[in-house]
């Protein structure tokens, strides 16, 4: 990418004075002195990187020796012979579709029950807030001791009510349902940005709306909703990004529930039970730092990537928020 | 700040009619139906959000006996856990490794990405939106899409591989997430602020430094905050660049260590899982505010 410093073109034609052109000069280098920590960054952790990782993908390398060019070869392997990724790419889907409408439904609903809480606000707001603070790593463990199916408490309680105790992280049809309460579980962060949203609905319309004798349904159809649309939009495409980066808990889980821990020893290949929670970032872990097919694994990676950028650029599309400035 | 919803109207005045005074009564009836329900549903979803900290609780005092039967409250409670939980060999040295990597790497992130943000919020210069989107394409690429040649570059030609340099070094060339957050924030400083201090003589970078960073303070905090959190939390880092050496563990890598390696009951490491959560929920406690305000300021609110 080509950025050019300095202010705007001068006007074709007429001369620009010598004092006007070192005073241009002198913003540039302004402007390219501020940046520069980030440009360094942007290069070096960014785009290196990424050519890097291009090149990777249609050679053969293991780290010891040489890289060698083998065209196609690491991209056929990841679509025909690789056995995890069809799967994984299910899993992905199936996230998507469940965890991030769920959570986004969820963070809603919770959003809308604390802007009517009149006694005990801070409190509730404080309640609901913390989980999301919880160290990924702390919550998952927390999650596989409450739901593991010896002495977990809510296979306990599901017991006294009468109800069938799954497996959970145990049972390759239940992982995704325990990592998805997890995720909601989480939901803090939603909460506030939906709080602030709810809040900025002008009050009038719901006033108006109760004039004409709207019920609740209604007003949020037709008030609450397109209201707030951006910011639904805003939590759907974030958390669609933030799916693809889905690693720690899927990892975590299965390696507790499956009781491969060994920290350097034993190896634990992800995606326990039963593939049920194979994730694209797992893969690249997997044939990076287990297999050392280091091709294979800058294949996943630039497939990550394109997906990443296709929902980043709705994102940029959409001028209200992000892309804002002051003028 | 709560939005009423239920039709409270005023009593009608004195004198009136028995209709209307029963019209009153009706509605105060609603309201106070409304109000049930709106905190009945607000105390079971408190329970759902509050539950799994006092079950985890509860299992961290629990003996080892206690542990493997299905009590869920601690016949006899057994503080002595989270002294064995000190006491597990490398735990201490994860802590210092976590404080190294979360403290040493927010302040480099702030120093580095206050000035990039100043320049994208305030400064015209061509280029300025390809590098807001740059900024942006950066914050949202998965970490694991950089890792193999960033891995190969720390390991094989930096030898760094078994410390938390790899993961240190780059946050003093900006942070994308942080940049783009101060950047929200410095939007919202009136330029007369700044072109008073240029008045004043004062030269771009004592303009941050004395009049834009003062204002910035409650942003900084948040994206301190964030940064903090985040190397705290931090799992697939530490698991690519540190996990070949114990030595450099953090707390979110060695904890999930904990049960098998080093404890086979849940008490133990439920302990452990506390004591990790802990620092956390601590420092959330006191900074609340900018916490939440930096939260909102990364949702669309421009």
Not at chain 1, 141 to 169: C, E, I, K, R, Y
Not at chain 1, 246 to 258: C, E, F, R
Request: glycine share 8%; aromatic share 14%; hydrophobic share 50%.
């Amino acid at each position: 990418m080509a950025i050019a410093f300095g202010s705007r073109k001068a006007s074709a034609g007429l001369p620009v004075p010598a004092a006007l052109r070192s005073k241009r000069r002198r913003a540039a280098a302004r402007t390219l002195a501020f940046l520069s920590p980030w440009l360094i960054g942007f290069g070096f952790f960014f785009v290196y990187p990424l050519v890097s990782t291009l090149y990777f993908s249609v050679t053969h390398y293991d780290g010891f020796t040489t890289p060698t060019f083998t065209g196609l070869k690491n991209w056929s392997y990841v679509f025909n012979d690789y056995p995890f990724f069809w799967q994984g790419l299910r899993n992905t889907l199936w996230l998507v579709v469940v965890m991030v409408s769920l959570r986004v439904v969820f963070g809603l609903g919770i959003g809308m029950l604390i802007t009517k809480v009149k006694t005990g606000a801070g409190l509730f707001r404080t309640f609901f807030y913390l989980p999301y603070l919880a160290p990924p790593v702390a919550a998952t463990m927390a999650f596989a001791f409450l739901l593991n199916p010896g002495t977990g408490p809510v296979n306990q309680l599901l017991g006294d009510l009468g109800l069938p105790a799954p497996g959970w992280f145990t049972d390759p049809s239940w992982s995704k349902p325990a990592l998805t309460m997890l995720a909601m579980w989480g939901i803090g962060d939603l909460m506030v940005i939906f709080m602030a949203a709810l809040l900025d609905v002008p009050k009038e319309q719901y006033e108006a709306a109760e004039l004409d004798g709207a019920g609740p349904v209604q007003r949020f159809r037709y008030v609450t909703f397109p209201n707030i649309s951006p910011i639904v939009m805003f939590a759907v495409v974030t958390g669609v990004i933030q799916t693809m980066q889905y690693y720690t808990q899927a990892i975590v889980a299965g390696k507790v529930a499956s009781g491969v821990i060994g920290g350097s020893g034993q190896q634990f290949e992800p995606g326990y039970p039963q593939g049920s929670t194979w994730t694209l970032p797992q893969m690249v872990y997997n044939l990076g730092f287990q297999r050392f097919d280091y091709g294979s694994a800058c294949v996943i990676a630039l497939i990550l990537f394109a997906i990443s950028m296709a929902f980043t650029s709705i994102l940029l599309r959409r001028k209200s928020g992000f892309m804002a400035n002051e003028d | 700040m709560t939005l009423s919803t239920t039709l409270t109207k005023p009593a009608a005045a004195p004198g009136s009619s028995k209709s209307a005074s029963e019209a009153a009564r009706t509605a105060r009836r609603r309201a106070a139906l409304h109000w049930v329900a709106v905190h009945s549903t607000a105390i079971a979803a408190a329970l759902f959000f509050v539950l799994p900290f006092v079950f985890v609780f509860l299992t961290s005092v629990m003996t080892d006996q206690q542990a493997l039967t299905k009590n869920l409250w601690p016949t006899t409670w057994e503080w002595g856990n989270y002294v064995k939980v000190w006491q597990t060999p490398g735990f201490l040295t994860w802590w210092r490794n976590t404080l190294l990597y979360a403290g040493l790497g927010t302040l480099l992130t702030v120093v580095s990405s206050l000035p990039v943000a100043y320049a994208l919020a305030k400064f015209r210069f061509r280029g300025r939106n390809l590098a807001l989107m740059a900024v942006i394409a950066m914050m949202m690429l998965p970490p694991q899409v950089t890792v193999i040649p960033m891995y190969l570059f720390w390991a094989k030609q930096m030898h760094l591989s078994g410390t938390l340099w790899p993961l240190i070094i780059p946050m003093a060339f900006g942070d994308a997430f942080s940049i783009f957050l101060l950047r929200q924030f410095l939007l919202t400083i009136p330029k007369e602020y700044i072109e008073a201090a240029k008045i004043d003589g004062c030269g771009d970078l004592r303009t941050l430094l004395r009049v834009v960073l003062p204002m910035a303070r409650p942003a900084i905090a948040a994206v301190a905050l964030f940064q903090f959190f985040y190397a705290w939390n931090d799992y697939f880092g530490p698991q690519i660049y540190a996990s070949e050496n114990p030595g450099a563990w953090t707390l979110s890598y060695g904890l999930e260590s904990f049960k098998g390696a080093h404890h086979t009951n849940w008490n133990l490491t439920m302990a452990a899982t506390l004591l990790v959560m802990a620092p956390v929920i601590i420092l959330f406690f006191f900074a609340q505010k900018a916490f939440i305000e930096g939260v909102t300021l990364t949702g669309v609110k421009g």
